[in-house]
């Protein structure tokens, strides 16, 4: 049985790797079946469709060495951007456990976070990538 938090996020975007990130969440597969009822009868009959994955949404704290610069580079690359996310399983020991889960697409969504002169809350930084394939 594994955790959470046994992964290892990682995103490389138009080539650039952009290091580790906290959280993974979407990418699921889905597909829209097709049913129909032939004439006369009680019984569906379900079509094959083809397979459609969701939206995957990374993130992670926001650093300001580290992602102040990223942040503006990727605004000028949003909905054109290609982005490769892996998800590598970690064992107990947290090193690398079998094949990792590679998400292929291209940027959708960049927020750097809320700015409120009253908190002391840390900001989070997250990309959002529409995925078009899973390795």
Known sequence: M?????????????????????T???????????KRRP?????????????TTGAVTI????ERERDIELGRRLRTRNGRA?????????DDDGLPWGKPTIFIGRLSSIN?????????????CELVAEIEEVA
Do not use: C, F, H, M
């Open 112 to 124: 750097t976070g809320d700015v409120d002169s009253n908190s002391d809350e840390p900001r989070d």
């Open 2 to 22: 594994s955790t959470q938090s046994q992964y290892l996020i990682t995103a490389v975007i138009d080539g650039a790797p952009t290091g580790a990130w906290d």
């Open 82 to 90: 290609r982005v490769v996310i892996t998800e590598q399983p970690l």
């Open 59 to 62: 993130g992670r704290g926001y």
């Open 24 to 34: 993974r969440s979407g990418g699921e597969s889905t597909a829209d079946i097709t």
């Open 39 to 51: 004439g006369g009868t009680t019984k569906e009959k379900t079509y094959a469709s083809r397979p």
